[in-house]
T-cell receptor, first 108, second 114 residues
Framework: KNEVEQSPQNLTAQEGEFITINCSYS?????LHWLQQHPGGGIVSLFM???GKKKHGRLIATINIQEKHSSLHITASHPRDSAVYIC??????????FGQGTRLTINP | EPEVTQTPSHQVTQMGQEVILRCVPI?????FYWYRQILGQKVEFLVS????????KSEIFDDQFSVERPDGSNFTLKIRSTKLEDSAMYFC????????????FGDGTRLSIL
């Protein structure tokens, strides 16, 4: 069983739609990370959170520690948001354990 | 903003040859990592490095792999005798180490073994 599961694996939406990507994990963690992988392959850290909610621009990340679940929301989605979004967890020793990613496509 | 840089961006090597992937982490960071991503699969942890030694390694990181921080700025991953299944994108990352901080990733090196 994967330690980090994401859903959906693929998501296609129209520009302007509200997007939600979910992540569940099965291990104890020190933090949960949301990352964005561009079509060229580069990885950028979006959020790191251990409780509650964080917001950056149109992106919002939430985590429920008791339920071992996190969501990434994108408001007013735009074609430039098209990318693979990856959930990963760290367990104190800093190494990241990754989910399989969610491929998001926003059509104009 | 400081960034992690990796070279080369693409490396093509014959099977059995040695390859060295190079990374320059952010200068005041203390923790360094290598990850790999086989095409179509998730990113996997290879090795972490702190205080000039390996702090953790995965099952993937066998005797064919080694890491070095030879001069205080570069962080290298060496694969001694490459196999076809080593073809992947290799990412270097670094972290400040002052409590919970995000990791900063390089753009990756695409390694193709022929």
């Amino acid at each position: 069983k994967n330690e980090v599961e994401q859903s959906p694996q693929n998501l296609t939406a129209q520009e302007g739609e509200f997007i939600t990507i979910n992540c569940s994990y099965s291990v104890g963690i020190s933090a949960l990370h949301w990352l964005q992988q561009h079509p060229g392959g580069g990885i950028v850290s979006l959020f790191m959170l251990s409780s509650g909610k964080k917001k950056h621009g149109r992106l919002i990340a939430t985590i429920n520690i008791q339920e071992k679940h996190s969501s990434l929301h994108i408001t007013a989605s735009h074609p430039r948001d098209s990318a693979v979004y990856i959930c990963a967890v760290s367990q104190g020793a800093q190494k990241l354990v990754f989910g399989q990613g969610t491929r998001l496509t926003i059509n104009p | 903003e400081p960034e992690v840089t990796q070279t080369p961006s693409h490396q093509v090597t014959q099977m059995g040859q040695e390859v060295i992937l190079r990374c320059v982490p952010i200068s005041n960071h203390l923790y360094f990592y290598w990850y790999r991503q086989i095409l179509g699969q998730k990113v996997e942890f290879l090795v972490s490095f702190y205080n000039n030694e390996i702090s953790e390694k995965s099952e993937i990181f066998d005797d064919q792999f080694s890491v070095e921080r030879p001069d205080g700025s570069n962080f290298t991953l060496k694969i001694r005798s490459t196999k076809l299944e080593d073809s992947a994108m290799y990412f270097c990352a670094s972290e400040g180490g002052l409590g919970n901080q995000p990791q900063h990733f390089g753009d990756g090196t695409r390694l193709s073994i022929l």
